[in-house]
């Protein structure tokens, strides 16, 4: 089955650590796209990749980092200078242009800081 | 920058009834497109509904249609004969033409259905 999954489901990390967050798709997809959601406030952009080995900054991009390095594959890195981590992360990606604009989502990850 | 603003945090509707979520948005573009998103308890984001600005005919899907008001913004999602399973949050979002196909969303209405 094609789709995008992104691994753990929870995550715990301890204040001060990096913790990496997986997501894939088998789907042949060029763009890939990182989203945070905090209650009350929507889905705000992360990071987004158009194709591989490129990426750009989104909304709120700080203290978190990313690599491209396979059409595959767009792995988060939370690092220790994001503040307020704790929150659930979306992954999403987009097939090329045409018909199909609409992004498909992961199911997510739910990160806490202890 | 594009802003997309949901003004009802909470909606309700009873079981069989009809329900309208509104949805503003802000842009200066003339190309774009427009989502509605459903993400249930399980946190899965399943789209709904789409609307290509260029098009005058409001988009439907079954028991979900659209009121696309370009000239004032708005893009407002009914949802006729509501069913249980219809409840979660909605979120609406915003896609500017071209080849960058990132999303900008509103904070999202979170919708009960009662039985």
């Known amino acids: 089955d094609g789709g995008i999954t992104q691994s753990p489901k929870y995550l715990f990390r301890k204040e001060g650590q990096n913790v990496t967050l997986s997501c894939e798709q088998n789907?042949?997809?060029?763009?890939m796209y990182w989203y945070r959601q905090d209650p009350g406030q929507g889905l705000r952009l992360i990071y987004y990749?158009?194709?591989?080995?490129?990426?750009q900054k989104g909304d709120i991009a700080e203290g978190y980092s990313v690599s491209r390095e396979k059409k595959e594959s767009f792995p988060l890195t939370v690092t220790s200078a994001q503040k307020n981590p704790t929150a659930f992360y979306l992954c999403?990606?987009?097939?090329?242009?045409?018909?199909?604009?609409?992004?498909?989502f992961g199911p997510g990850t739910r990160l806490t800081v202890l | 920058a594009q802003t997309v603003t949901q003004s009802q945090p909470e909606m309700s509707v009873q079981e069989a009834e009809t329900v309208t979520l509104s949805c503003t948005y802000d842009?200066?573009?003339?190309?774009?497109?427009l989502f509605w998103y459903k993400q249930p308890p399980s946190r899965q984001m399943i789209l709904v509904i789409r609307?290509?600005?260029?098009?005058?005919q409001n988009a439907t899907e079954n028991r979900f249609s659209v009121n696309f008001q370009k000239a004032a913004k708005s893009f407002s999602l009914k949802i006729s004969d509501s069913q249980l399973g219809d409840a979660a949050m909605y979120f609406c979002?915003?896609?500017?033409?071209?080849?960058?196909?990132?999303?900008?969303f509103g904070k999202g209405t979170l919708l009960t259905v009662n039985p």
């Open positions: 999403a990606s987009t097939p090329p242009g045409g018909f199909y604009n609409e992004q498909f």
């Open positions: 789907l042949n997809h060029d763009a």
């Open positions: 990749s158009q194709i591989v080995n490129d990426f």
């Open positions: 842009t200066s573009e003339s190309d774009y497109y």
């Open positions: 609307q290509e600005a260029y098009k005058q």
């Open positions: 979002a915003y896609r500017l033409g071209g080849s960058n196909y990132k999303l900008t």
